[in-house]
């Protein structure tokens, strides 16, 4: 016959155990953060911001186009440890425009900034980059445990200058469906949207649709080329996968940059942007946090829009979004 008193003072003496294991787990924990921070404080110490080099090693560069989920890939990478978002430079812009559009036919000509061979001009385009990094993110860009994310997708029109002057940066090529793209850009820029500038007049979002999915296929056709031809650790992720698997996503992302990462901070990064907690007040329509809906460009634009987005970005659907 079993002894109702024993069975009970053995589970009182088990989940006592129990309590003094998380107790000493908890405390281990608390210590091995106090360690981290103090690294961290005297790795701060050591660097001051003083004039040490920018490491290209360092830098993560975001490049695709615009409305593609990259502020929000951005900042969940700007919150791990160790790292910092520069918040679209416009570098690439600058760059892109400056080669490909205004001095599209001065490549060869030696007075042209950008022109004549490239060993003449590529090394002062890695030291300006380098430089207003330096400036600028002084401990992320010099000190080896720590990273500059780029939030670029404006700026993929120079992603090719930038990946031969920094071939030993990390890329991510970010892509998302051409019509969620196209619709989110038309919201972006109705009236009273958020869009601080080109409000359209309502009612001709008709008029727009094609020069936004050419505005995709320019931007995208740019950044694929510099991800094609980069030397550096890289990765492609799309939008909807993220969205899908946040966690999974994010992990399979830093893994293949060979960034390293705790688990737990990474799991609470991605609880702290998921949409879901988001206030309800800072998104939906107008808003720069508008939808994360996967698919919702069937709400949004008319079949005929539809149609025009899929013949302009024919290629990209048959790639990344064949069903």
Known sequence: MRNPLGALLRRLRHEEELKLTRERVARQQREIESLRRRMEELEERAVGGDGLPARPENFVWIFGTGRSGSTWLGRMLRDLRGNTLWNEPLVGYMLGQLYHVRGEYLHDNPNFLLGGPKETWLPSVRRFILDA??????????????????????GSMGASIISEALPESRMILLVRDPRDVVASRLDAHRSGSWARKG?????????????????????????????????????????????????????ALLSALSIPFREEDL?????????????????????????????????????????????????????????
């Open 267 to 323: 799991a609470a990064v991605v609880e702290r942007h998921a949409w879901e907690n988001i206030p309800e007040e800072e998104k939906g329509p107008g808003k720069i946090r508008r939808k994360a809906k996967p698919g919702g460009w069937r709400e949004d634009l008319t079949p005929e829009q539809a149609k025009a987005v899929e013949r302009v970005a024919a290629s990209y659907i048959e790639r990344f979004y064949p069903d």
């Open 133 to 154: 990094a330096a400036a600028k993110f002084p401990r992320h860009a010099a000190v080896p445990s720590r990273r500059v994310v780029v939030k670029e997708p404006h």
């Open 199 to 251: 409000v359209r007049p309502d009612g001709r979002e008709d008029e727009y649709v094609e020069r936004d999915a050419r505005v995709y296929v320019r931007d995208m056709g740019h950044a694929e080329a510099a991800y094609e031809m980069h030397p550096g650790p890289k990765t492609t992720v799309r939008y909807e996968d993220l969205r899908a698997d946040p966690l999974g996503g994010m992990r």
